[in-house]
């Protein structure tokens, strides 16, 4: 990542000097771009995962169907959905696909939500019924896989209790996780330290309080929903698990993890090899080298046309 | 020398040089890197065109409940489950599974020898949401080890991971990438993902005669077979 944006950061402010400069900053740019594919490949080779939440208090249970793709496929993420339910992950193949919402056991024919959607290779997403049973909506909410910072998961908040016009969540002597949320609009995600949560929830027609268990590399989303009597629950989900950090999520009720976690993943590449079947030719060049190669050139080309002038 | 003409040979020189050793690793600190196991000590990487799966064991079925609610699992669940055998039939790979930490400096662990694969012991188990890491030498001082034909893998192809219960969890091939070390996508290997997926790491590219080391890492990513 630092590589990718270093590269441009260079160029800009090399810009301003003459303009054979600029040029060979921006070759230097280009060459950055190119010897350095890692920093660009945002997305892993991989599945598109998709799952459904059925998010609209007083609807009735509901099947997520989605059909398309590459190979046509239909795949049903959930034939009888109840309100605040949340929906195992399928790994569909990348490609454009349409999420139709129809009455538990009914046909297809009879949905009364529809999109269509595009998937990418290794993205997470979430069809998410909200809003109210006179004006439903089926929303395509776009889960992050970025990791989280070392120590912390990222959580957002789904706001959909009736109760709750909007829903303000705070971990006790903790983060806010979300300061006034809308009914039926998730929120972006949130940093929050590992460990065990009590949280506060307002904006209901009473105050409420959870306890979440969150752990370090780790992301979630809140569901809120209506409880009995008014009060707001919490649903916990997990979006995405990454890879796990000593000494996190030991933290006792309402603080957080009480040992400091070291990095979440390795640093840097991996020393697999001892060389035994490298040869001179071995591999393919990189593509660096052309590149320097043709830039001396370039360079060698343009001193003597000065030189000459 | 004018100064636009010194700025731009410099420039073409930072280019040369930049990305001359763009790929390669800093050499080791205390000389140049030695590989983990003394070659005497090696035994010869281990092949098997025709792998066979084990007859034990039984397909895992993928974590339905969700994990959020779920109950840490206690030591002797998480030693049930560890990966002990990785098999690639498409490479010929049928491989022990060891368990692999960090560096002091925080690089990832690689295995002793040539004919092991690796389990980074933070990622996620067989079957279980999250990347499962593996990561395997492509050659040793000799000649080819574990991974040698990692680089080979295509989209589709079949792996399975038997975890020390006699389980096996099989995963489908997505795709195979190569980056250079110093610029490895960590959080594209490492990072959350919302279902079991695996990734097996090894090196390729060039070899840096200077630090004793591949300038590029291979890494196959597969997704749990459904």
């Known amino acids: 990542m630092t590589t990718s944006l270093a590269a441009p950061a260079t160029a800009t402010r090399w810009a301003a000097r003459p303009s054979l400069v600029a040029l060979v900053a921006l070759a230097l740019a280009l060459a950055g771009v190119l010897t350095a594919p890692g920093a660009w490949a945002a997305a892993a080779p991989g599945q598109a995962w998709v799952r459904a939440a059925h998010a609209v208090p007083g609807l009735e249970g509901m099947a997520f169907t989605v059909t398309g793709g590459p190979d046509d496929d239909t795949v049903t993420l959930v034939d009888d959905a109840e309100y605040g339910s949340v929906s195992d992950y399928e790994a569909l193949a990348p490609g454009d696909y349409t999420a139709s919402v129809a009455p538990a056991g009914e046909a297809e024919q009879s949905a009364v939500l529809v999109t269509s959607f595009t998937v990418g290779q290794s993205s997470a997403t979430t069809l998410a019924a909200i809003g109210t049973t006179d004006q439903p909506r089926l929303a395509t909410l776009s889960d992050d896989l970025t990791p989280p910072a ?57 105050d409420s309080k959870a306890v979440v268990d969150v752990e370090a590399g780790n992301v979630y ?15 916990p989900v997990t979006d995405a698990a990454g890879t796990s950090q000593p000494g996190a999520g030991q933290g006792g009720a309402g603080g957080p993890a009480a040992t400091a976690p070291g990095a979440a993943a390795p640093v840097g590449g991996v020393q697999t090899g001892g060389g035994g079947t490298a040869t001179a030719t071995d591999g393919v060049p990189p593509t660096g080298v052309a590149l320097s ?12 046309r000065r030189v000459g002038a | ?31 140049p890197a030695s590989p983990a196991a003394s070659p005497s000590s090696l035994p010869p990487a281990s092949f098997s065109a025709g792998a066979s799966a084990p007859d034990a064991g039984e397909e895992v079925p993928v ?24 098999l690639v039939p498409a490479i010929g790979v049928d491989a022990d599974v060891v368990d692999l930490g960090v560096t002091p400096d925080g690089a990832l662990e690689v295995p002793s020898d040539g004919a092991s694969v690796g389990w980074f012991t933070r990622s996620a ?47 489908r091939v997505d795709g195979v990438e190569r980056y250079p070390k110093d610029a490895f996508p960590t959080a594209t290997v490492y990072g959350p993902s919302p279902g079991p997926v695996l990734r097996l790491i090894t090196c390729g590219g060039t070899f840096d005669r200077s630090t ?3 300038r590029d890492n291979t890494v196959a990513y597969a997704t749990v077979a459904a």
């Open chain 2, 125 to 171: 188990l067989p079957g279980e949401r999250g990347p499962q890491v593996l990561a395997g030498h492509v050659d040793d001082e000799r000649g080819p080890a574990v991974f040698y034909r990692l680089r080979e893998l295509e989209a589709g192809a079949e792996i399975t991971v038997v975890r020390a219960d006699g389980a096996q969890v099989g995963y």
């Open chain 1, 150 to 206: 070392a120590g912390t998961a990222n959580v957002r908040v789904l706001p959909a209790a009736a109760a709750a016009p909007t829903v303000t969540v705070e971990a006790q002597d903790g983060p806010t996780i979300t300061d006034v949320a809308v009914f039926g609009q998730a929120t972006a995600y949130a940093p929050v330290p590992a460990g065990r949560w009590a949280l506060d929830l307002s904006g209901g027609r009473k």
């Open chain 2, 63 to 86: 974590p339905g409940g969700d994990p959020a609610s779920t109950p840490q699992p206690g030591q002797e669940e998480l030693a049930a489950a560890r990966p002990v055998r990785v």
């Open chain 2, 212 to 214: 004793g080391h591949y």
């Open chain 2, 1 to 31: 020398m004018s100064v636009r003409r010194r700025s731009l040979l410099l420039g073409a020189a930072a280019l040369a040089g930049g990305a001359l050793t763009g790929c390669a690793q800093g050499p080791a600190p205390g000389g």
């Open chain 1, 221 to 235: 989303t809140l569901v809120v929903v209506d409880g009995e009597d008014g009060a707001l629950e919490v649903l």
């Open chain 1, 293 to 304: 190669v043709g830039a001396l050139v370039l360079g060698a080309l343009l001193v003597r």
